[in-house]
């Protein structure tokens, strides 16, 4: 179960960082601040569950470990959270790599 909520987790923040990154595009192309209203007040939920998964998969990892209490916890949180947060600016930057790219095209 521990795995399937950890991979769950992963394919959520994933999305919520396209979701993101679409809202970001759409956002420089819209200039009105009526649009601008809207696009921030979608961003927000995104951008506040995001935060909850930032935390819910260090835990994820340290729960697989077998919620070890000595320094190991440290390390453990450490490392994920290290990893999660690379995953997400290398996804975003790919996400709007490739948004750019699309544009060219």
Not at 2 to 27: Q, R, S, V
Not at 42 to 56: D, E, K, Q, S
Request: positive net charge.
């Amino acid at each position: 179960m521990n795995w399937l909520l950890l991979i769950a987790g992963i394919i959520l923040l994933l999305l919520m960082i396209k979701g993101l990154a679409l809202l970001e595009k759409k956002k420089a192309k819209s200039m009105s601040i009526s649009n601008q209203i809207k696009q921030n007040s979608l961003m927000v939920p995104l951008g506040i569950v995001l935060l909850f998964l930032l935390a819910f998969l260090p835990y994820q990892v340290w729960v697989l470990f077998g919620r070890p209490q000595g320094w190991e916890i440290l390390y453990i949180f450490g490392f994920s959270e290290l990893i999660t947060i690379v995953l997400c600016f290398w996804f975003y930057s790919r996400e709007m790599r490739q948004m750019k790219l699309n544009e060219y095209n």
